[in-house]
């Protein structure tokens, strides 16, 4: 039997770290002499940056500590691997760096950017007849994935949203006296509106939730947005908005760049934003005179493991588990996909996928979910969303505060 | 016996809310016929906005609820009283309306401002031979007052700043392969560094903890600054900055008010700040052209009631109850103070301290405990610092997301 080689890609989650300890689980169950872990990602790898994981996970609390680390313990990257068509060297090269470790079976913990490289890798085994097997492991908490009801790290994100929205929402009504005080929430997604919808989940008996929800999936139009708050202002003195990151007008231009400062392009191309919730409310403080506050979540809504769901930390663990599995069973160019057999009460089971139908593609917000002229979603969205962010798991608390588990966490030798 | 009345001021914070549950608690204990409330502060008293808290609170859980309720239930402001001199005829008027709803306790939850209105109603009570006592009960995320040892709400946005950086910095390390990786958090506090100075306590066995920490209490030197950053670049990839969002220069110019974007000047004549975090990231990105990310902890700090610290809640709780407890005992004038018996096991006791000590007086950092020519703080800080975010209340969660409690809880009667 070959080795286990595990890597994590792209933006970190809460709960990415849970993936890695189900496939480690699963590789050791399954008796796999030695698990490698990617340092940094496939970026890592390409330069034999690897490392014996079980050097840095020996006490038998360190697979709970990680499971309640938030971020990439291993290192992420953002690298999006070449074509293999007039690449033929690097991906000899890469199979020849499998070998040297005797590595069979390969784990890829990411996004659809991420499912790429499963796929080709995927690929290049199969046109020439090489052993190892390649297996995906969802993970992003844009929510994006196709075929996939959702993705580990949405649910966790989508609490900590909720979570958040709601104390704003205290805080921003306690000063409710005089004037209309307005306060912009800027929430992460590029494309899918997934994450800046589940804001509406701070809504309930004690709370009014957020009073607007902008997505990406619709064009922003800033006229009939001011024209929405002004009316509100009319009704009451406390007003949340929830906008995403990646809102674009019209003509597909991003609203955040109407800033320069705050443009970023990261390694896949995709350019990192932030600085939308803060254009607008200036442009409703200038335009109205109200005072306005712009909150961004910004990294807090990735990472924040203390608030994850335990619903999202179990299904994290799991698809690190059955991918590992199913890579030792013999299975390759897949993904694992939870399917929802029912909603409430909630019940899932887990499937494979073909990576072909999952790498790059988007998935967003159906438009049915997306109500009042594009202002906020609908009561079957929160059906969906609602039991994805149920149940916490206690972190382990040392002096008041969360721990967690690094690889400056190795085993001691005598000397 | 006289009614009481309980109002809350200024800032909310995650158990301002605590001490209300407090000083409710003593009153209902103590027997006194109606418990009412300032409905926004002494503003709203101002305006006979008074509401009877018992129409609000009573379901026999919901004082528990109110514990783990961020921001202010009855509403804040940020309104300070004329002198008396001269506004003679508003302070009879207010006595009339302490007198038309027979109140004789008069309980204000607030900071060294709002401790200026009790100071000036029981100095008013005592030379015009009113008999109504007056009652400060602390509270501030700041941790800027005097004589207590520290301050109700401090310990709760200590907590919830040590806990966010740790998850930041796990976030930061992930993509730490290539080039440094510079993230700069700006935190609370206008002249007094205490919570950004909080931010060390997330460093452990697991972290690093934040490599550089900057407070309003010294000036901030750019260059001295920027050259610190580009050494640690030498050092290592992963670099997280806590800055004050109060930092000023040696002219005393505050650092984000470069940016005249983001000034916005509050009631008490306070500057509203924000911006400093992302100037210092935007300079360090121009200059050296390292890939860099600001993040302002915003509301979220003093409104992260799902991760306050037990110690604090509880605290909190004390000095509302004994505010309230030393009122009817037929004290007034004063504030409860929590003196620190030992540090290490932790004990307290309550103590009452004369309000004209207090109020409008500002306690900074020592400066002892600012070490590294003004870039950390020193281990004494973190003994002081370390026992006050020990402890969780875990919230009433409903469907994954903490439950409140708010003015909408009114009791309802048959039709």
């Known amino acids: 039997m070959g080795n286990v080689i595990i890597g994590q890609s792209g933006g970190p989650t809460a709960v990415i770290n849970s993936s890695l300890a189900g496939a480690i689980s699963a590789a050791k169950k399954g008796g796999v002499p ?28 360190d697979l709970s500590i990680l499971k309640r ?4 313990f291993l290192g992420s990257c953002r690298y999006k691997l070449p074509k293999i068509e007039g690449n033929e060297e690097v991906y000899a090269t890469m199979f020849d ?14 996004g659809n950017d991420s499912m ?28 994006d994935l196709p075929i996939t009801d959702h993705t580990p790290g949405f649910g966790s994100a989508a609490k900590f949203i909720a979570t958040s929205m709601r104390e704003i929402i205290c805080d921003n009504e306690s000063f409710g006296a005089n004037d209309p005080k307005i306060c912009v929430v800027e929430i992460m ?17 004690d709370s009014t939730g957020p009073d607007l929800i902008y997505l990406p999936e619709n064009p922003f139009d800033e006229k009939a947005f001011l024209e929405r708050v002004e ?41 990192q934003l932030s600085g939308c919730g803060k254009i607008l409310s200036n442009k409703i403080a200038r335009t109205m005179g109200y005072k306005t506050r712009a909150i961004e979540f910004s990294l807090l809504q990735r990472c924040a493991t203390h608030l994850a769901s335990r619903v999202d930390i179990d299904e994290a663990y799991d698809v690190g588990y059955i991918a590992c599995e199913a890579a030792l069973a013999g299975e390759t160019g897949k993904m694992v996909v939870i399917n929802v057999t029912h909603r409430e009460p909630y019940v899932v089971s887990y499937e494979l996928a073909d990576i072909h139908n999952i790498a790059n593609i988007e998935k967003k917000m ?11 979603v609908s009561d079957e969205f929160v059906k969906y969303v609602k039991p994805l962010v149920v149940g916490s798991l206690t972190p382990y608390y040392a002096g008041g505060v969360p721990k967690h588990i690094s690889l400056k966490n190795k085993r001691r030798h005598l000397n």
Chains 1, 2 share one sequence.
Request: proline share 2%; charged share 30%; glycine share 8%.
């Open 34 to 61: 030695k698990i490698y872990g990617m340092h940094y990602g496939i970026e890592g790898f390409l330069k034999k940056d690897i490392i014996d994981i079980e050097d840095y996970l020996f006490d038998i609390d």
């Open 69 to 72: 680390t938030p971020s990439a």
């Open 97 to 110: 760096t499998l070998d040297e470790y005797d590595i069979e079976y390969f784990m890829y913990i990411g």
């Open 116 to 143: 790429d490289t499963i796929k080709q890798l995927s690929d290049y085994a199969e046109a020439h007849g090489k052993k190892q097997k390649f297996m995906g492991i969802p993970k992003t908490i844009d929510n």
């Open 189 to 205: 997604g590029r494309n899918a509106g997934w994450l800046t919808a589940a804001s509406v989940l701070s809504r309930a008996t």
């Open 231 to 271: 009316d509100l202002t009319k009704k009451k003195k406390s007003i949340v908005i929830a906008v995403s990151e990646g809102l674009k007008d019209a003509e597909g231009k991003l609203i955040c760049e109407q800033n320069d400062d705050y443009a970023f392009v990261d390694a896949f191309g995709h350019r």
């Open 366 to 376: 159906p438009n049915e979910w997306i109500i009042n002229e594009g202002t906020f």
